[in-house]
């Protein structure tokens, strides 16, 4: 019998819901079935904690007196981006330090700012009838600004690939360092834990969706930067690599740095991890059946990172329990296997979120529009004048 989201949050209010993690419904549906797990299973928990490069915040400082119309600004020596109105920045969270080079970046003045540091605010300006000021030099922390919320273009990503490096040379990247001749592998996805795993063809997840985002509630804003549904997929429904993505939004004064950080990936640059986790209503059986997804059952793509994008075959599709196991098999030899992702963060940021549901601390969201599920990803062409 197929459930609403009003049922299920009525549930939630009573305390009667029941609210388990992925990775248990994963068991669940394994020994008992989706038509079982479907009837005892209110709503499925998951959770990610990765690098994710899109991310930023919109950060309003106030007026000073005179005021200023912020024209260049920098946050403890990270440039930021000020083109927006008198005030308003926005912090990147890959924008690397002026001083310290990619050792300190955006990434890491979002942390600070969660952890209630102080700030090195400095901007000049080039002065106006109502802005006269053309310079100011101060120090900001959470408490003294207005608002400060997390805006990520392009979060969660529904699967991605796994990446080696074929060359005779090492090679620095995103993904990590990527040692010659295959002598590494690297992904970067939680799996059976991940939210868009759990829910292959968006049926519950869409703008508006409620969402454990940073240690507090956010939100779905709109899809991510690159969403790419139309893509190969499992029998189960699962991308097979890159598909959907996430555009996320919640209260930057409120997260916890335990599930926001700066990174830094050596010779390439900064990043930062973001903890999200995503409530699955499990409105049938269906759901139940994606939702007891198991890594045996997710596939991706492997690719040699030290080829071109744009030529770039798959040297072989591997699933996730053969990558959690610590090793793969590539051009005829045995690779060890390296998550960039935390399961271990991942699988508090579920833990965390069935307590607040369990709780009664944190209602379901019904999408105000579906996530698109056609569309692909174009690529930069270099033309002249003339569009040749």
Same mark, same amino acid.
């Given at each position: 019998m197929a459930k609403t989201y009003e049922e299920i949050n009525e549930k939630i209010r009573k305390g009667e819901a029941v609210v388990i993690t992925a990775d248990e419904m994963t068991e669940l549906v394994k020994s008992e079935g989706a038509a079982k797990a479907a009837r005892k299973?209110?709503?499925? %928990?998951?959770?990610?904690?990765?690098?994710?490069?899109?991310?930023?915040?919109?950060?309003?400082?106030?007026h000073s007196e005179p005021p200023i119309k912020m024209s260049k600004v920098w946050l403890n020596?990270?440039?930021?981006?000020a083109d927006l109105a008198a005030v308003d920045v926005y912090i990147g969270a890959t924008a690397v330090s002026d001083s310290e080079g990619?050792?300190?970046?955006?990434?890491?003045v979002i942390q600070d700012l969660i952890e209630g540091k102080r700030i =090195?605010? =400095?901007? %000049?300006?080039?002065g106006t009838d109502c802005y006269p000021r053309k310079e100011i030099e101060t120090w900001i922390d959470k408490d003294t600004i207005n608002q400060a919320y997390l805006f990520d273009p392009?979060?969660?990503?529904?699967?991605?690939?796994?990446?080696?490096?074929?060359?005779?040379?090492?090679i620095y990247t995103y993904m990590g360092v990527?040692?010659?001749?295959?002598?590494?592998?690297t992904y970067c996805s939680a799996g059976q834990l991940s939210p868009l795993l759990n829910d292959p063809l968006y049926r519950t997840i869409g703008m508006g969706t409620r969402i454990f985002l940073g240690g507090t509630a956010g939100y779905v804003a709109w899809e991510g930067t690159q969403h790419k549904p139309t893509v190969e997929r499992s029998p189960g429904g699962t991308p097979v690599g890159p598909a959907a993505s996430l555009a996320l939004i919640g209260d930057l004064k409120q997260m916890d740095s335990r599930f926001?950080?700066?990174a830094r990936f050596h010779r390439y640059g900064v990043s930062m991890y973001v903890g999200v986790g995503i409530p699955i209503p499990v409105l049938d059986e269906e759901m139940a059946a994606y939702t007891g997804v198991a890594d045996s059952d997710i596939v991706t793509s492997v690719f040699d990172y030290s080829q071109p994008t744009r030529s770039r075959d798959p040297i072989r599709r591997v699933s996730y329990s053969e990558l959690r196991s610590g090793s793969i098999e590539l051009a005829g030899k045995k690779v060890p296997t390296a998550p960039l992702s935390s399961y271990k963060v991942a699988r508090q940021i579920a833990s965390n979120l069935k307590a607040w549901i369990k709780e009664g601390k944190f209602l379901l969201s019904v999408p105000v529009q579906p996530l698109p599920t056609e569309g692909v990803t174009l690529p930069l062409e270099i033309r002249d004048e003339e569009g040749v």
């Open positions: 299973v209110d709503v499925v %928990t998951t959770g990610t904690f990765g690098p994710m490069c899109s991310s930023g915040a919109f950060v309003n400082v106030g020596d990270v440039p930021v981006c990619m050792a300190y970046g955006g990434a890491h =090195r605010l =400095r901007s %000049t300006a080039y392009r979060n969660a990503y529904q699967n991605y690939a796994c990446a080696t490096n074929g060359s005779d040379r090492t990527l040692l010659p001749g295959f002598a590494n592998a926001i950080r700066g």
